[in-house]
């Protein structure tokens, strides 16, 4: 079975420019999350799909960042204009459920943003 | 508001030693509990997660944590080590209840490395 996947690995961009990211989660999973982890901190939650509805994007940082999941199969995130606080490794992660069993997130390899 | 304290970003031990990397979170209610590892260019994989039940948990390769209610801790050990083992580990909380159970909160990650 395959597993998350997510394209590209890496991605090197200049300050102003649209960068657009791509996950494809495991098949079957209803359930897609991103997470972002910035140099030095935290992994954070960014937002939950179910299916093609976004349930939860409380941790988005701003408007210049959006999320789709036409189709509720694969899901693309776009920044932009991108910034340089945007740099960081973007992960995706997807469960069969959210709660009790099938509940657990299976995450992809991310991908590396650098602004310049 | 649920955080999650990783002491020590960096642990070296000598392979055969034993492995204990601290984790403490912070949460109105006790939470679920998971530890993760990232190995070079992949994606996170969940070592064990503790819900409810019995507090010591046991996990993959060897790896088990503890769940302490009073000391609000989660510490993942192994009794030796091995050069495999090698990896960043994250800690991770999320709500036992409610709509939100599928966020997960993380500490910044322990590298953890593995002397010869």
């Known amino acids: 079975e395959a597993g998350v996947t997510q394209f590209p690995s890496h991605s090197v961009i200049e300050k102003g420019q649209t960068v657009t990211l791509r996950c494809d989660p495991i098949?079957?999973?209803?359930?897609l999350y991103w997470y972002r982890r910035v140099m030095g901190k935290e992994i954070k939650f960014l937002l939950h799909?179910?299916?093609?509805?976004?349930?939860?994007e409380s941790g988005m940082p701003n408007n210049r960042f959006l999320a789709e999941r036409t189709g509720g199969t694969y899901s693309t995130l776009k920044v932009q204009p991108a910034e340089l606080e945007d740099s960081g490794v973007y992960f995706c992660?997807?469960?069969?459920?959210?709660?009790?069993?099938?509940?657990?997130?299976?995450f992809g390899p991310g991908t590396r943003l650098t602004v310049l | 508001a649920q955080s999650v304290t990783q002491l020590g970003s960096h642990v070296s031990v000598s392979e055969g030693a034993l492995v204990l990397l601290r984790c403490n979170y912070s949460?109105?209610?006790?939470?679920?509990l998971f530890w993760y590892v990232q190995y070079p260019n992949q994606g996170l994989q969940l070592l064990l997660k503790?819900?409810?039940?019995?507090?010591l948990v046991k996990g993959i390769n060897g790896f088990e944590a503890e769940f302490k209610k009073s000391e609000t801790s989660f510490h993942l050990t192994k009794p030796s080590a091995h050069m495999s083992d090698a990896a960043e580990y994250f800690c991770?909380?999320?709500?036992?209840?409610?709509?939100?159970?599928?966020?997960?909160?993380f500490g910044k990650g322990t590298l953890l490395t593995v002397n010869p």
């Open positions: 098949s079957g999973h209803d359930n």
């Open positions: 991770a909380v999320s709500p036992n209840s409610g709509g939100s159970n599928y966020k997960l909160t």
């Open positions: 949460s109105s209610v006790p939470p679920y």
């Open positions: 503790y819900t409810t039940g019995a507090t």
């Open positions: 992660a997807s469960s069969f459920r959210t709660g009790g069993w099938g509940n657990e997130q299976f």
């Open positions: 799909f179910v299916k093609e509805s976004k349930q939860d």
